[in-house]
């Protein structure tokens, strides 16, 4: 196995990190989420994208966890794990400050937000593979 930690995530970070917040921003002055109702799965996607390459630059790419380097599966399982305490954190803050009501509707949209975060911590997994680990 090579590890590779030249590249450090973070220009995807403050490309994802500057996308989200000036397109968020847009999104709601313009009530776009309401226009465009699809458009909270992608934003919950690119979240989980985003979040997952926080993590993984945290964790794991200065070398501080040699077990997981050694283990994929810790990474993922990890990884997976903070992106959805994080997404349902968020959910649970939506809900506590009136975002969200409490609904049948509106607990099928948490679920699916959740699911999108988690989706876009695997697309996050897969690129810090691509670019950080390389398998020898």
């Known amino acids: ?7 450090k995530l973070t220009p995807e970070i403050l490309a994802l990190s500057l996308f989200i917040g000036i397109g968020h921003n847009i999104f709601v002055q313009n009530n776009v989420y309401y226009l465009i109702p699809k458009l909270d799965m992608l934003m919950h996607t690119l979240g989980g994208v985003l979040i997952g390459l926080i993590f993984l630059k945290v964790f794991f790419v200065g070398k501080r966890f040699t077990y997981a380097q050694l283990h994929r599966g810790v990474v993922i399982w990890t990884t997976l794990i903070a992106v959805f305490i994080i997404g349902f954190g968020w959910e649970i803050f939506e809900y506590g400050v009136g975002l969200t009501p409490l609904s049948k509707l509106a607990t099928l949209d948490t679920a699916s937000d959740i699911m999108f975060d988690i989706a876009g911590a695997l697309i996050a997994v897969w690129w810090y593979f691509k670019r950080i680990w390389k398998v020898g």
């Open 1 to 7: 196995m090579e590890y590779n930690d030249k590249k």
